[in-house]
């Protein structure tokens, strides 16, 4: 007999507050992964990573290991599929399915872990505030987990993706200065399963569970900037010489070098206190070339500044290294940095006798190991200390903190953008520049071969920006900063505490569970 009774107040449909079938939680994954990939630049609809995260979670739960392992790699390759699909552009489809399908499988892995929470945390912590706030807490710290562990593993890590880098652009932005970049994607994977809890939870009001998401997401958004003392200015003139660098470039010695000559030339004798080239600018190793020596001196003497370009060097041991020299009039390199984390798979080949026989023709790509840097990565320029990132070092945490904690006043990020076209890579990486420039309280100069070339001020504000694939220049003023955010002085620790939290939670879960599922047996069978 069908009951007649009104629904129970605050009452949410079976199938919201159920599992999903397994074809429909695959289904729920990919349209996450999409979701996702389309709140990152180039589209940046910011809004949509909350939507697609929650749907992530919702496609976990009741899901056992077997199941929850599936769900997670579609989940993980839909999203990664989409977000770096620029590395199709010259390298073709292997190298995109063997980095996408590599992060699906440790997403995967993290996956496990959160629908281990969603199975066995509620039944240790039950109360609605539990459901509504707990739980996430736990399942935002999992997620934060398998993006710390991605970030430096295996071979120093893939950082991208991580769902801080989605909110350049965001009312979100400033809480990267209090929380770090490991806080933020806290931030952004807790809202989102609140978002989702406030949905599917039927034993609280409506109007309760809509107020409590609610006030989270407004703290959240309209939570104050970090206030940034400056402690002076210096003028720079980033160059963007438009070169042909790329993997296949049918280029000869020193083209990379004359187009940046050329791009500088129409600046020469503007007043500036550096001047700043891209990664690989001088395509000819200026410590053993001397015409490529004399031009780097002439462009410091004609601007009456020091020069910092990116170029390619050797030892005396035939160790080769990415590097950036400061270089003067007269003096020549009066300071280099190597960079310090070379690009795996890209700058150098990890276990090459492993690897290669796997693939010959593909790491032939990766003909010469590029040497890890051991250098400090900050440059003194007449007493302005400026922090050194070169390229994908700019997504590297322990990086930037390594060089604020040297003194950096400001920040120079050299790149070669060039492999990857009119991709979203460059997109991508110069809206991870602004975050930092947040994040650390620092002007960021993100000077790259092609573009995007962009200046930041510590507050995250574009100074100045050049399009892609358009020869110029930028000259402006900066601001300098010594000042020291919350996120700068936690350091690593905020990311520790939250995942530590979610997988402590966990744990305690996992151990509990069989005590309190057999107690409440033993109370039916008296029953």
Known sequence: MRSSLPPRRGAVPGWLSRPLPLTAALLVAAL??????????????????????????????GRRVRSALLVGFVGGFAFFGNHILWLTVYLGPVPWLALAGLEAVFFALGCVLMALAWRHVPRVWSGHGAQLIGLPAVLAGLWVLREAITSVWPYGGFSWGRLAFSQSDSTFAPLVAWLGISGVSFVIAFLSAVLLQAVRTGRVRWTTRG?????????????????????????????????NSGLFAQIQPGDSLDD????????????????????????????????????????????????????????????????LLLWENGKGSVAQYDKIHPVPFAEYLPNRSFWYPLAPSLFDLVPRDYTFGTRSNVFDINGAMAGLAICFDIVDDGLIHWMVDGGAEFIIAPTNNADFGHSDESVQQVAIARLRAIETGRSVVNDSTVGVSAMFAPDGREIATLPTFTRGALVETV?????????????????????????????????????????ENLRGRRG
């Open 260 to 323: 940046h000559l050329q791009a500088t030339v129409p600046i020469l004798g503007k007043k500036v206190d550096v001047i700043v080239w891209p990664e690989n600018a001088s395509d000819i190793d200026p410590l053993r070339n001397e015409q490529a020596a004399q031009t780097l001196d002439f462009v410091s003497k004609e601007m009456k500044a020091p020069l910092v370009t990116g170029t390619v060097t050797e030892n005396a041991k035939g160790q080769t290294f990415n590097s």
């Open 32 to 61: 996450s992964g999409f979701t996702n990939a389309a709140a990152f630049p180039g589209l940046g609809w910011w809004p949509l990573i909350f939507v697609g995260t929650a749907l992530m979670f919702w496609s976990l739960v």
């Open 479 to 519: 601001p300098l900063s010594t000042t020291v955010t919350p996120a700068m002085f936690a350091g690593r620790q905020i990311e520790w505490i939250v995942s530590g939290f979610g997988l402590a939670s966990l744990v305690v879960g996992l151990l509990l569970a069989p005590r309190r599922r057999g107690a």
């Open 211 to 243: 107020m409590i998401a609610a006030t989270a997401f407004l703290i959240a958004a309209l939570f104050p900037a970090w206030p940034v003392l400056s402690s002076g200015s210096i003028r720079v003139a980033a160059v963007q010489g438009n070169s």
